[in-house]
């Protein structure tokens, strides 16, 4: 089988890397090992180079601290490697900023998200185009996801299908073509990882007084839950992959 790759765009809090692993090791610990993928992580944000899109099975491009509109060079050379991978049918799983990622290299538009940010467990409600759509196989109208995000995609490129919404995030999971997927929430947080995000969301906004409370002053209701949805999103993707074989 080819090579698995994850594009790894930037690692998380070096105290929860220690504890836990990392982005690329989440993921991996998400997929079913029983499919038997060869890994490679390629680190673009260190400068390493991707492969051939046809040389493998297909990506994952991870969740990163970095912002898409800032255009860092690794980050563009990214963006095209994505959008020629897409052009030729290498099955993508774009996650956070691989989601917003795999969105502006096909075109569309990335902006500090207008409903603003969105932290914790939240509910993701499913559109009628999902019904079909192995990613979201199995699964029902409205299921709970991990999110720690700032920026969304505020414009799609053209010819996606919007698969899922949230309230704060219409966009928060697409696909354009048959085999190239952007989901903005992140499937393989554990509730662990994802309460140490929330945690850090509140200690910054509290210092700063802002994002963090309701119209009535008061702090805002977010919390962390235990959730499957990820592992049912991952496997469906491995499964996708498996069937291309």
Known sequence: MKDLIIIKTGSSFSELVSEAGDFEDWIISRLPEQAGFNYRIINVQKGEPLPDPLSVSGA?????????????????????????????????????????????????????????????????????????DILFRGLDETIYVHTSHYQSVTELPEGSVVLASTEKDPNSAFRIGKCAWGVQFHPEYTVNVAETYLESYRKENLLHDRNCRNDEGRLSEIRCMETVSGEVILGNFADFLLSRK
């Open 60 to 132: 994952v491009i991870t969740g990163s601290h970095s912002m898409v509109t800032d255009h860092e060079e690794w980050s563009e050379t990214t963006a095209m490697w994505i959008r020629d991978a897409a052009e030729i049918s290498t099955p993508l799983l774009g996650i956070c900023y691989g989601h917003q990622l795999l969105a502006f290299s096909m075109g569309g538009k990335v902006s500090p998200s207008p409903r603003g940010p969105e932290f914790g467990t939240i509910p993701l409600s499913l559109t009628a185009e999902s019904v079909n």
